[in-house]
């Protein structure tokens, strides 16, 4: 099965200047133009929520499994 979600990872560390922020939405609103869903957690949500960072992309998947 192919999916159709792209998640990413924001942090500080990369989105220190007002020109990667926007080069980032760029390519966000580029991905959604193809059809893609993209969807995006934090680092603390990798690090600190992970069952409910797996548990949100699972149910992303699953809603388009049914779809």
Same mark, same amino acid.
């Given at each position: 099965?192919?999916?159709?979600? %792209? @998640? ?10 007002? !020109?990667?922020?926007? *080069? ?13 869903? %993209? @969807?995006?957690f ?8 992970? !069952?409910?960072?797996? *548990? ?12």
């Open positions: 099965m192919i999916y159709d979600l %792209v @998640v990413e990872v924001d942090g500080f560390g990369y989105h220190s200047s007002r !020109e990667v922020y926007a *080069a980032d939405r760029v390519r966000e609103h580029d991905l959604m133009r193809a059809g893609y869903r %993209v @969807v995006r934090t680092w603390d949500d990798i690090v600190h929520r992970p !069952e409910r960072t797996v *548990a949100t992309i699972r149910n992303l998947m699953d809603r388009r499994r049914e779809a």
